[in-house]
């Protein structure tokens, strides 16, 4: 099994910026994906970025391309989310979530451990 724990979240204005962090333990030798998921109240749950666990490749939606920014400190197990230029429209619940299953995808039911949420809210 696979902890994740999320912090970072928080209120800021639009234009500033946000760092979450998500620190995993157990056994994370065997993940193989991970991603940043986030949902605003009455929206799907969507896909932020995903990638591999160790950083080899990293995909985003095209509504954070170019603000958003994922790095990793592999020797803490922990994944970063950078975002910058907020946007009201960025508010929701961000959850970063990981698999043991080869293979990049933006599906969130393709995950199979998942962080317990942070809150986002970017006010105008």
């Known amino acids: 099994q696979v902890q994740l724990v999320e912090s970072g979240g928080g209120l800021v204005q639009a234009g500033g910026s946000l760092r979450l962090s998500c620190a995993a333990s157990?056994?994370?030798?065997?993940?193989?994906?991970m991603g940043w998921f986030r949902q605003a109240p009455g929206k799907e749950r969507e896909f932020v970025s995903v990638?591999?666990?160790?950083?080899?490749?990293?995909y985003y939606a095209d509504s954070v391309k170019g603000r958003f920014t994922v790095s990793r400190d592999n020797a803490e197990n922990t994944v970063y989310l950078q975002m910058n230029s907020l946007k009201p429209e960025d508010t929701a619940v961000y959850y970063c979530?990981?698999?043991?299953?080869?293979?990049?995808?933006?599906?969130?039911?393709?995950?199979?451990?998942w962080g317990q949420g942070t809150q986002v809210t970017v006010s105008s």
């Open positions: 157990g056994r994370t030798f065997s993940i193989y994906s």
């Open positions: 979530a990981v698999g043991a299953v080869i293979g990049i995808t933006t599906r969130p039911e393709d995950y199979n451990y």
């Open positions: 990638g591999s666990w160790t950083g080899g490749s990293t």
